[in-house]
C-alpha cells in the first residue's frame, strides 16, 4: 500500500483533502482521524501536521506527502525528499517584513534580528547570500515581535498581506520564495501506486484549469480557427450535415475563454459551447 501523509490542519488542510477527494480517495470525515485506509485504491493516509510530513517522508517511513514548499525547504531533509509535482493550491510567498519605512533592501539586515518561524529556510538564505543577521525563532503571530522588541524586522508567509498591513509593516526587497501546496517523495524512489497518484493528482488539476470548447465553423477557417484553439494536443474535427461546416471542440485555459470566445466569434465560428471538465486522465 502507498502510504502518503497530509496536512491535518492549517492553511492547507482543507485544499488537500478536497484534491485528493476528488481524485477518488477515500478521505476522513471527521477532523479527529489520524489514518483512512482507502483498500479498494491500496492506499493509505495519515494526517500530520504539515510541517512533520517533510520529517516523515525523509526518512523513509512515508513514501509521499502533500505540504508547502516553504515547509518541505524549511526542514532542511536535504537531498533524502524531492519535490514530484506542484499542485496549484496553497500559493503565498515567503517574503522580509519591517516597520513602515524602516528599510528599503535586504543589505540592511546585516547586524539584525529576524523574527521567523522558517528559520531554516531562513538561515540558508541568509547565508546564500552572506548577509550576517540574529535569527530569532518564534511559533507564530510573527508580526507582533517587532512591535513588543524581540527582533528587528521579519520573515513570514504573505498571502493577501493583509496581517502585515493591520500590523503596520510592509514588505522589502525580492520574494525569498514562491511557494504552493506541493507533492513530495523520497528522492529516486518510485513506490507501487505512485504513479496512478500523480495521473489523478494531474487530472484534478487540468480539470481544475481547463473548460472543453464546442463550435461550428466554414471548413476553410478551420486552420485560422486552430490558431486560437490549439488544444493541449490537437483539436477534434467531425463533419456536419451541412457539408460547407465543420465541428470542432478544443480544450482552451479557463481564465481565457471569454477572450478565445470573442475571437472565435468574429472569425466566423457560431453555436461556441463551453462546458466543464468533470474528470480527465491526460
Ligand atoms: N494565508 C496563509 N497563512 C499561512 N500559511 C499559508 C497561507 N496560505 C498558504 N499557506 C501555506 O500553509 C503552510 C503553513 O501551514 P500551517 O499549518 O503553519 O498553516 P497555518 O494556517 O499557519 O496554521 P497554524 O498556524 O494554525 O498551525 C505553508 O506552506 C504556507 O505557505
Ligand atoms: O497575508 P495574509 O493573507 O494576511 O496571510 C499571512 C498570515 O497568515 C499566517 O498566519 P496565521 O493565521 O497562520 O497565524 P500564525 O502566524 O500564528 O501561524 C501567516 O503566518 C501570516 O501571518
Ligand atoms: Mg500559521
Known sequence: MLRVAVPNKGALSEAATSMLRESGYLQRRDNRELVIVDSENEIEFFYLRPRDIAVYVGRGILDVG???????????VNG??????????GASTFRFAG???AFTAESELNGKRIATSYDGLL????RDRGIDAEVVRLDGAIESSVRLGVADAIADVVETGNTL????????GEPILASEAVLIGRTGASPAGLEVLKRRLTGVLVARRYVMLDYDIRKELVEQAFAVTPGLESPTVSPLADSEWVAVRSMVKKNKTNTIMDELYDLGARAILVSQIHACRI
Open 80 to 89: 533524502d525528499a524531492e519535490e514530484i509535482l506542484p499542485l496549484g493550491v
Open 99 to 101: 516597520p513602515a519605512g
Open 66 to 76: 502533500l505540504t508547502g514548499r516553504d515547509l518541505f525547504l524549511d526542514a532542511e
Open 123 to 126: 538561515r540558508g538564505y541568509l
Open 165 to 172: 498591513k493591520a500590523a503596520g509593516m510592509e514588505t522589502f
